[in-house]
């Protein structure tokens, strides 16, 4: 009876400890435009990450498709930025064209449990970006930062 009692707790742990790794999972958005692509791309060597592509959809759909399913904690976007606006290779994320995007955006919600990282200096600085923050904070749900 012992015995028994300790391997169900065993497994009972073990689930537990493999749901917690996963919680802790983040993944990588790199746009095949951004200027340290490649390294980049040697760095994380494909796992939990996307590589945007020009070819295929908005990357905004490349994302919400790479994303279906999964629940991960930090989702880290390279793409090339100024004040208000996000350059992919292949669409512009800014005040104009956000409407476009508000629905793809909006699922993001559903993978993600932590915050949205922007690797940039300038994307949320001035009014314009600031506005551009709120507005992608109000559609996601999620927390949006700069780093």
């Given at each position: 009876?012992?015995?028994?009692?300790?391997l169900t707790l065993l497994m009972v742990l073990g689930i537990i400890c493999l749901?917690?790794?996963?919680?802790?999972?983040d993944f990588v958005v790199i746009d095949n435009s951004y200027r340290a692509a490649?390294?980049?791309?040697?760095?994380?060597?494909?796992?939990?990450?996307?590589?945007?592509?020009?070819?295929?959809?908005?990357?905004?759909?490349?994302?919400?498709?790479?994303?279906?399913?999964?629940?991960?904690?930090?989702?880290?976007?390279?793409?090339?930025?100024?004040?208000?606006?996000?350059?992919?290779?292949?669409?512009?994320?800014?005040?104009?064209?956000?409407?476009?995007?508000?629905?793809?955006?909006?699922?993001?919600?559903?993978?993600?449990?932590?915050?949205?990282?922007?690797?940039?200096?300038?994307?949320?600085?001035?009014?314009?970006?600031?506005?551009?923050?709120?507005?992608?904070?109000?559609?996601?749900?999620?927390?949006?930062?700069?780093?």
């Amino acid at each position: 009876m012992k015995k028994q009692i300790s391997l169900t707790l065993l497994m009972v742990l073990g689930i537990i400890c493999l749901y917690a790794q996963n919680l802790n999972i983040d993944f990588v958005v790199i746009d095949n435009s951004y200027r340290a692509a490649e390294s980049l791309k040697a760095e994380f060597k494909g796992q939990n990450t996307i590589v945007v592509e020009q070819i295929k959809a908005a990357a905004t759909a490349q994302i919400t498709e790479a994303l279906n399913g999964r629940q991960i904690n930090d989702l880290h976007i390279f793409v090339s930025t100024k004040p208000g606006a996000l350059g992919f290779t292949n669409m512009t994320l800014n005040a104009e064209t956000f409407q476009d995007y508000s629905s793809a955006l909006s699922m993001l919600a559903s993978n993600v449990t932590g915050k949205v990282v922007i690797h940039s200096t300038d994307v949320f600085t001035t009014e314009k970006g600031l506005e551009f923050k709120t507005k992608l904070e109000q559609v996601t749900g999620l927390p949006f930062v700069m780093q």
